[in-house]
């Protein structure tokens, strides 16, 4: 373990200066592919929370009161910025979370930039009813502003992406933001922090690091006009609850439990490969992971050796290591609820492949996929949040589509087959808020991504995403004043 005096100490960044907690309050932060600290974190109190959210609204007046194209060229010039520092942000993005460097480096730096950039450009194309006179005598028209101070907490599965789903939207639609990371991912965000303070005005954008109670106590707090949250179910309905007694806006992305229908049509080979790589992606730690397979009886049998292969020829191992799909689960805690439902599967489930940790350093836990499973079975219910694949056999569509959307969760689905009527069909009964179609887990910027039912509403990314950091005002005007 790394001795606390050789740990770097990480801060907290309100109203453009970076500053301890004000208890002095501090937590080990622990790097996932050694089990070793590598740096501490305020654990912010009530005392932080008050500064920061004091910060954000001073700020929000006048940065609510720019125009678009300012906004545009801030969030231009921060996507600029993290391209050029991008080796900065892949260092401690992995070392947050023990992620392959290569992978950090191509998959998560490109889409953040080309996000951010997509907000600067939706600063600039607020939507709305034309004019007009509904009422004789009076001119009617819509304003859409900003909501005001955000109170936002990212996940620590993509601790610096999705970091980015929350401040971009909210700072393009002129709100200011107090942005709370993962107790264990905290470093990334602190970064971006320092990247984001040398561009945009004091006060717009603070980070406050710690814990659960650190998130109760922004949400609580009677400034944020909002509450953002990716996390838990559980957490996210305290937070709803909480937001409920003030009646602040909640936006909620929640769990998965992405159901992934193979038909006897399909490319089983294919399937195979495309499914494991996004099950098995980020060591499964992804809400829209393709986790929960369903196949057709006449192509089960094969469709299980072709997966099970699939995974025992995926690689997990040290950031560093460029032949590597994915790196160690977060936390010790994750690594023994991912056990946890492997150790208590019911005696008819049969271990294909995996179903073990790897190595005793670190988080990491084999590629694992489990057949035989029932509907009603806990790991077919319940949210893994592993490298974890499990696989029923249907009989036919409705069937299928019985069991795909027999769960509490409803964010992301895909359907693999060559009938494009079949595809439709499904894409239009299945109740998630995404269906890919002969692939899985591709996002964009230009598109939605958010769930319904137990996964949270509202929508992250595209003009969605943007809407819903603003609020709607009527303007009614009189023709003969």
């Not at 007046?61 to 520092?85: C, G, H, N, S, Y």
């Not at 034309?130 to 109170?151: K, N």
């Not at 949250?229 to 909640?250: C, F, N, P």
């Not at 992606?281 to 009886?297: I, K, S």
Request: aromatic residues 8%; hydrophobic residues 40%.
């Amino acid at each position: 373990m790394t001795e606390l005096g050789q740990a770097r100490k990480l801060r907290n960044y309100i109203a453009g200066e970076f500053k301890g907690a004000a208890d002095g309050r501090t937590t080990e932060i622990i790097n996932p592919a050694t089990g070793e600290v590598y740096a501490t974190a305020p654990l912010s109190g009530q005392a932080d929370v008050d500064a920061a959210m004091e910060a954000a609204a001073a700020a929000f007046p006048a940065w609510r009161d720019t125009t678009p194209a300012e906004r545009q060229r801030v969030l231009l010039k921060i996507a600029d910025a993290f391209e050029e520092r991008a080796e900065e942000l892949i260092a401690a993005e992995s070392e947050n979370t023990g992620k392959p460097l290569g992978l950090v480096r191509s998959e998560e730096i490109p889409p953040m930039v080309d996000q951010i950039r997509f907000f600067a450009g939706a600063a600039r194309m607020l939507e709305g009813r034309s004019a007009g006179e509904y009422m004789e005598g009076l001119t009617s028209f819509v304003r859409r502003e900003p909501i005001g101070v955000c109170a936002q907490v990212a996940p620590w599965n993509y601790p610096m992406m999705m970091g980015v789903w929350k401040f971009a939207p909210a700072l393009a639609a002129g709100n200011t933001v107090v942005l709370k990371p993962s107790d264990t991912t905290p470093a990334s965000t602190v970064l971006m922090a320092e990247i984001i303070g040398s561009i945009a005005p004091k006060g717009v954008f603070n980070v406050i690091c710690g814990d659960r109670d650190t998130g109760r106590a922004m949400v609580e707090h009677p400034t944020p006009a909002m509450a953002s949250i990716t996390g838990s179910v559980r957490a996210g309905m305290q937070v709803a609850e909480s937001a409920a007694k003030d009646l602040k806006r909640v936006h909620l992305e929640l769990g998965g439990k992405a159901p992934v229908l193979v038909f006897q049509d399909a490319d089983i080979a294919a399937a195979a490969a495309g499914i494991s790589e996004a099950g098995f992606f980020n060591a499964g730690q992804d809400c829209t992971a393709a986790t929960r397979v369903l196949v057709h009886e006449s192509v089960h049998d094969d469709f299980v050796t072709a997966l099970a292969k699939a995974a025992a020829d995926t690689k997990t191992g040290q950031p560093d290591d460029e032949d590597v799909l994915y790196g160690p689960l977060n936390n010790a805690d994750q690594l023994a609820k991912v056990s946890g439902f492997i150790d208590r599967l019911p005696a008819h489930a049969k271990v294909e492949a995996g179903g073990h940790r790897v190595g005793d350093k670190g988080y990491f836990y084999a590629p694992t996929v489990v057949s035989g499973l029932k509907q009603d079975d806990e790991i077919i219910q319940n949210e893994v949040f592993g490298p974890v694949i499990t696989v029923q056999s249907f009989t036919d569509e409705d069937q299928a589509l019985a069991y795909a959307n027999g769960v509490e969760y409803a964010l992301a689905s895909s359907v693999w087959t060559k009938d494009h009527g079949r595809a439709m069909r499904l894409s239009r009964h299945l109740d998630f808020g995404c269906v890919w179609i002969n692939t899985h887990i591709p996002l964009v910027a230009e598109m939605p991504h958010g769930g319904f039912k137990k996964s949270g509403y509202g929508k992250d990314l595209s003009a969605y995403g943007f809407d819903d950091y603003t609020r709607v005002k009527h303007v009614m005007t009189s023709l003969e004043s």
